[in-house]
């Protein structure tokens, strides 16, 4: 999903927060930045794989990545199988560390310390949520891996 679609969402999620909870103008932003940053996992593997720090080249890398993925995902009939695998490969190889299981009850724990990290756990969570959403339409059964230990026993 594209950070701006993330950022719209999150622009509601965070109207709809600010009429019926009682949250600061500063929670809400944290919820709103957070749900659209934690996707900098994403550019943290263009940074790795290409060796190279631009957020717009990534941006172009990313989007070109995602589209491959979504082509290989629709064409059931066209598209061999093999190709199903290499992307299933891709998406060990390209493991999103703050988009897994892992990440989240290190989180959800950290959470009853700290009310800056509670928020940002609810902008990553409903993030989360979004792309869920998301894969579950565009690419059906097949869910990118979302545990670290759990991708890399399927690894093995
Ligand atoms: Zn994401």
Not at 11 to 38: E, M, Q, R, W, Y
Not at 48 to 56: G, Q, V
Not at 74 to 84: C, E, L, M, Q, Y
Not at 103 to 131: A, K, N, P, R, W
């Amino acid at each position: 999903m594209y950070p701006q679609t993330h950022f719209a969402f999150g622009l509601l999620f965070i109207v709809i927060l600010g009429i019926f909870t009682t949250l600061s103008p500063l929670a809400l932003f944290i919820i709103l930045a957070s749900s659209i940053l934690i996707d900098v996992d994403h550019w943290m593997i263009y940074v790795k794989e290409k060796k190279d720090l631009s957020i717009k080249k990534a941006y172009r890398w990313l989007v070109d990545a995602e589209k491959a993925k979504l082509s290989g995902m629709t064409g059931t009939r066209s598209v061999p199988n093999h190709n199903a695998d290499k992307h299933k490969r891709q998406g060990r190889k390209f493991l999103c560390i703050f988009h897994t299981i892992e990440f989240f009850i290190l989180m959800f724990i950290f959470s009853f310390f700290s009310q800056i990290i509670f928020y940002i756990t609810v902008g990553c969570s409903f993030h989360f949520f979004l792309d869920l959403v998301y894969t579950y339409i565009y690419m059906g059964e097949s869910r990118k891996p979302v545990s670290i230990i759990g991708s890399f026993l399927a690894s093995k």
